[in-house]
RNA sequence: GGUCCAGUGGUGUAGUGGUUAACAUGCCUCCCUGUCACGGAGGAGAUCGCGAGUUCGAUCCUCGUCUGGACCGCCA
């Protein structure tokens, strides 16, 4: 359809030249024998006028309507500096009614009432609001950047199944009954982790694919069923080389993206040192606000409190905050909940003013042990003091949760500031109590610390592993890790989670079968490019950058998806629904 | 699986145990030649999510249910 330019566009300079423009109609203006009409479209709007010899011709044009007009680019009388064109706009000669458009439920402008709910069941108009559209062009640009760069880089992209294995060992599968097999299921890939591996295996060295990815858990604001991750492997590189290759990366992103040189290379965190000072593995390092250790302070107290704090792997950390005044027994309550919530016991408060500690743990602490944590803590006139004592990941854990909540409501950072670093060293092993068994912390294809191996068998959560994360804002934006390459190694690993043989055999027996004809020492990682998107967008939330996104209830607003299906479709599948 | 919050014209909110449920915006009609969230006059539009209970009377109180949201669990 005939247009000579776009909406976006028009300048001082174009000025006097015949222009025909088609758009959405965002907004008219009806002065008598004097129309303006905002005309939209997704590179911008230009204002358009028709005089008395056309009202009559827009008399029925209504918000939505798709018009094609044809006329001369003018000089406003009256320009508008907020708007690009705001300089010009447009007398029109002829005008063409493309399309007409039902009363929106919703306004269609940056500046909307309606609530998400309802953009959601009309994605395809929300989606016409300008915001969202830059929204997803810059995720676009993001993947672009990171095209280039790789392709620049000698990876080579490669699709892998969508209909895959399932491996029960992590987050929970989407299943896909097989028609032609009976009983058999696929799994839709919650990574194409060791697809990427094989790739490896098969001589690729370097691959890349923006990778869907499907996990069956509940969903957050920054979670979703499915989503979108830039998956990487390479051969014959050593952790240093993929950080500083991903650094480029990120580097041109951001550059491309937001205009900004980022410091390169990004500061790097041991797993334990940025739990200890931040209470995270994945800090917010905006601010400072970093933990400490009282451990020592209290080692020979009786205090009941803090015995879990001084058992064998546990710790008493501290947090300290200016203007204790400033918090009420509401705001300390508030405080505690939060502790609370996420798993602490507890949480001890105390204020120091007029040069004494106040709070009602006070009375159990001696005078060397108060004057002790006044200077361990360096405690400032009406500073406070939040306390947890507990596993030390627990106590780390948690103040780290205190700590992000307050550099937010205290507003301690800047918005426009984006901090990059990688956490590296990260244990290979948790021991879970409850099933009484070890599970990766990253997962079974990581290979552990060499000098750590013979810890192996002896006291495995002590491992470390060639694990790393990388982080922006308080945001995991990815991880990845060496791999095993080794089958003995990658048997053993699997033995260590408590794998039975046949479950081995039957799970990863082709997998392990790959690894004894000559595999490549490999790493890789995985960016979540929906959340790198969401931070570089500034939103709130992933639903914003992702085009039809599931609610929280996991449902998609628009189509009611998930919905039940024909009695016929099953029966194909050779399945029965039960009810309980 | 759990905790908490919300559901009132198209949209977003206010509100009250008692006659006609308020406001903004959108919508419709009319007036208007410099608007840009134009302005002015008038108008239509709501069984107050659903069900049960308490009550002379429920949009309001109670219970249940459904829907949506945030968080915890979960997310190798």
């Given at each position: 359809m005939?247009?000579?330019?776009?909406?976006?566009?028009?300048?001082?300079?174009?000025?006097?030249?015949?222009?025909?423009?088609?758009?959405w109609?965002?907004?008219?203006?009806?002065?008598?024998?004097?129309?303006?009409?905002?005309?939209?479209?997704?590179?911008?709007?230009?204002?358009?006028?028709?005089?008395?010899?056309?009202?009559?011709?827009?008399?029925?044009?209504?918000?939505?309507?798709?018009?094609?007009?044809?006329?001369?680019?003018?000089?406003?009388?009256?320009?508008?500096?907020?708007?690009?064109?705001?300089?010009?706009?447009?007398?029109?000669?002829?005008?063409?009614?493309?399309?007409?458009?039902?009363?929106?439920?919703?306004?269609?402008?940056?500046?909307?009432?309606?609530?998400?709910?309802?953009?959601?069941?009309?994605?395809?108009?929300?989606?016409?609001?300008?915001?969202?559209?830059?929204?997803?062009?810059?995720?676009?640009?993001?993947?672009?950047?990171?095209h280039?760069?790789?392709?620049?880089?000698?990876?080579?992209?490669?699709?892998?199944?969508?209909?895959?294995?399932?491996?029960?060992?992590?987050?929970?599968?989407y299943?896909?009954?097989?028609?032609?097999?009976?009983?058999?299921?696929?799994?839709?890939p919650?990574?194409?982790?060791?697809?990427?591996?094989?790739?490896?295996?098969?001589?690729?060295?370097?691959?890349?694919?923006?990778?869907?990815?499907?996990?069956?858990?509940?969903?957050?604001?920054d979670?979703?069923?499915?989503?979108?991750?830039?998956?990487?492997?390479?051969s014959f590189?050593?952790?240093?080389?993929?950080?500083?290759?991903?650094?480029?990366?990120?580097?041109?992103?951001?550059?491309?993206?937001?205009?900004i040189?980022?410091?390169?290379?990004?500061?790097?965190?041991?797993?334990?040192?940025?739990?200890?000072?931040?209470?995270?593995?994945?800090?917010?390092?905006?601010?400072?606000?970093?933990?400490?250790?009282?451990?020592?302070?209290?080692?020979?107290?009786?205090?009941?409190?803090?015995?879990?704090?001084?058992?064998?792997?546990?710790?008493?950390?501290?947090?300290v905050?200016?203007?204790a005044?400033?918090?009420?027994?509401?705001?300390?309550?508030?405080?505690?909940?939060?502790?609370?919530?996420?798993?602490?016991?507890?949480?001890?408060?105390?204020?120091?003013?007029?040069?004494?500690?106040?709070?009602?743990?006070?009375k159990?602490?001696?005078?060397?042990?108060?004057?002790?944590?006044?200077?361990?803590?360096?405690?400032?006139?009406?500073?406070?003091?939040?306390?947890?004592?507990?596993?030390?990941?627990?106590?780390?854990?948690?103040?780290?949760?205190?700590?992000?909540?307050?550099?937010?409501?205290?507003?301690?950072?800047?918005?426009?500031?984006?901090?990059?670093?990688w956490?590296v060293?990260?244990?290979?092993v948790?021991?879970?109590?409850?099933?009484?068994?070890?599970?990766?912390?990253?997962?079974?294809?990581?290979?552990?610390?060499?000098?750590?191996?013979?810890l192996?068998?002896?006291?495995?959560?002590?491992?470390?592993?060639?694990?790393?994360?990388?982080?922006?804002?308080?945001?995991?934006?990815?991880?990845?890790?060496?791999?095993?390459?080794?089958c003995?190694?990658?048997?053993?690993?699997?033995?260590?989670l408590?794998?039975?043989?046949?479950?081995?055999?039957?799970?990863?027996?082709?997998?392990?079968?790959?690894?004894?004809?000559?595999?490549?020492?490999?790493?890789?990682?995985?960016?979540?490019?929906?959340?790198?998107?969401?931070?570089?967008?500034?939103?709130?939330?992933?639903?914003?950058?992702?085009?039809?996104?599931?609610?929280?209830?996991?449902?998609?607003?628009?189509?009611?998806?998930?919905?039940?299906?024909?009695?016929?479709?099953?029966?194909?599948?050779?399945?029965?629904?039960?009810?309980?």
């Amino acid at each position: 359809m005939e247009r000579t330019h776009v909406n976006g566009q028009l300048r001082i300079a174009d000025v006097g030249k015949k222009v025909t423009l088609i758009g959405w109609v965002a907004k008219r203006r009806n002065l008598g024998s004097l129309v303006f009409i905002d005309l939209r479209d997704r590179t911008g709007i230009t204002q358009i006028l028709f005089d008395e010899t056309l009202t009559e011709a827009v008399r029925n044009v209504r918000n939505e309507y798709i018009l094609q007009v044809t006329g001369t680019v003018l000089e406003r009388q009256s320009k508008n500096p907020n708007m690009d064109t705001g300089d010009i706009e447009i007398k029109v000669q002829e005008v063409k009614i493309i399309n007409s458009a039902s009363q929106t439920p919703f306004i269609i402008a940056d500046e909307t009432d309606a609530l998400e709910e309802t953009r959601l069941k009309y994605r395809y108009l929300d989606l016409r609001r300008p915001v969202l559209q830059q929204k997803l062009f810059t995720r676009a640009k993001i993947v672009k950047a990171m095209h280039e760069y790789l392709d620049a880089n000698g990876f080579i992209e490669v699709e892998t199944p969508i209909l895959a294995k399932s491996t029960p060992e992590g987050a929970r599968d989407y299943l896909v009954p097989s028609r032609i097999h009976p009983g058999s299921f696929y799994a839709l890939p919650q990574s194409p982790q060791q697809f990427k591996q094989l790739l490896m295996v098969a001589g690729f060295e370097r691959y890349y694919q923006i990778a869907r990815c499907f996990r069956d858990e509940d969903l957050r604001a920054d979670r979703q069923l499915d989503f979108t991750q830039l998956d990487i492997e390479t051969s014959f590189m050593s952790q240093d080389d993929i950080l500083t290759m991903t650094e480029g990366m990120l580097a041109k992103v951001m550059k491309d993206v937001k205009g900004i040189d980022i410091k390169l290379p990004f500061r790097r965190f041991k797993y334990t040192e940025a739990m200890n000072r931040f209470g995270s593995d994945k800090p917010d390092t905006r601010f400072g606000l970093e933990l400490k250790d009282v451990t020592e302070v209290f080692r020979n107290s009786e205090f009941r409190a803090f015995e879990t704090g001084l058992s064998e792997r546990g710790s008493i950390k501290a947090l300290v905050v200016d203007n204790a005044a400033d918090y009420s027994r509401k705001d300390i309550d508030s405080l505690t909940d939060l502790a609370k919530k996420n798993g602490a016991k507890g949480l001890v408060t105390i204020k120091y003013l007029n040069e004494q500690l106040e709070g009602s743990a006070v009375k159990f602490f001696n005078e060397i042990e108060k004057e002790d944590l006044i200077k361990t803590l360096d405690l400032k006139e009406n500073q406070l003091v939040l306390i947890v004592s507990d596993s030390w990941e627990k106590a780390c854990s948690v103040l780290g949760t205190l700590r992000s909540h307050l550099g937010r409501s205290l507003g301690l950072y800047d918005k426009n500031t984006y901090d990059f670093l990688w956490v590296v060293e990260f244990p290979l092993v948790e021991y879970s109590k409850e099933d009484e068994r070890y599970y990766s912390v990253h997962h079974p294809f990581t290979r552990p610390y060499d000098e750590d191996l013979h810890l192996l068998d002896s006291d495995p959560s002590k491992v470390r592993s060639y694990a790393y994360d990388v982080v922006l804002n308080g945001y995991e934006l990815g991880g990845g890790s060496l791999r095993i390459y080794d089958c003995d190694m990658q048997q053993k690993m699997f033995e260590l989670l408590s794998l039975t043989k046949e479950e081995i055999e039957t799970r990863f027996g082709f997998f392990i079968d790959a690894l004894k004809y000559g595999t490549p020492p490999h790493g890789g990682l995985a960016l979540g490019l929906d959340r790198v998107a969401m931070i570089l967008t500034g939103s709130e939330s992933l639903r914003d950058v992702i085009a039809f996104p599931k609610n929280a209830n996991a449902k998609c607003p628009m189509s009611d998806a998930p919905t039940p299906v024909d009695e016929k479709q099953l029966k194909e599948l050779h399945i029965k629904i039960v009810t309980d």
